[in-house]
């Protein structure tokens, strides 16, 4: 949590000054809002966008734990509102999606009740902000809203013309793979051909993709497996659960994982998302086996 916190920290200072650390891909950027858009301790906005993602919902379950309850709001309130902040100024789509679920989530597990409050309360002040635009700095985010999902046109056409010939490279295997990290080196010849001026190599932007075009059939089918049981145990948990907090970390993180698995240009190489999923099998194995859920289930 602590380090959560610190990583909120860079990001805010980052967005306020414009400067960043220096491995930050801010810094080689050429667009005329990457400069105050936060990355923390990733190389763009869309890795730091998924890293707060991932995280947020075990950084609530920490918050939950916390005996004065009074300091327990304050610092979900804090957090979760530096949080969004932060997830807009990287003009990801995809995160602010994941992220205002796992609040919504988070609220109707914490208290039936007051969730519903809060829906209310907060529609309300999001539809007199809109209306009066009274304050210069909910206009700018509410702008940057509407600009992530109404001028990311291009980069949606590229990224579903990847997504073409990444299929056709599947289906050009005859589904049997193309060998571990190859399809890279293939996307660069299918876009461009094989004569080039430098080494700049095509991300396919879909983990499923890259894992089937990789590793072929009987790699993915595995990989498949996995995950729909991960989804199947963490609904059935936070259903037997009853919506509580705890109950609902392994299921968030699945999405976010999933959201960050097609929001991103590569997730092999990104650590924290396997931190994510090893946290969501942990809290699912205290339950099912530790505490004699899969008994209880049967």
Partial sequence: MMLYIGILCIGVWECLTGNHLSQSGSLFYETTTSAFQPTGFQFNTNDFASLLTILFPIVVMQLTTWKHKSLMLIGMIGIGGTSLYLVIMTNSRLAMIVLLLEILVLLFGWSKVWSFVSIYVL?????????????????????????????????????????????????????????????????????????RLSDNYWAPHNYWLEAFANGGILAFLPLLAFFIGYFIFAIRYWVKAHYDITSAIPL???????????????????????????????????????????KNDS
């Fill in 252 to 294: 968030l993180i699945g999405i976010a994982f999933v959201a960050a698995s097609v929001g991103l240009s590569s997730t092999i190489d990104k650590r924290h998302l396997c931190l994510g999923i090893g946290t969501g099998l942990a809290v699912l194995n205290i339950c099912y086996f530790q505490k004699g859920g899969l």
């Fill in 123 to 195: 529609s309300i002040g999001a539809l007199l902000v809109s209306t009066f635009h009274s304050s210069r700095f909910i206009k700018q985010l509410l702008d940057m809203v509407k600009n992530s999902f109404t001028e990311k046109g291009h980069s949606t056409s590229e990224r579903m013309q990847m997504y073409q010939a990444s299929w056709d490279i599947i289906k050009e295997s005859h589904f049997m793979g193309i060998g571990a990290g190859n399809l890279p080196l293939r996307l660069d010849e299918y876009m461009y051909g094989f004569e």
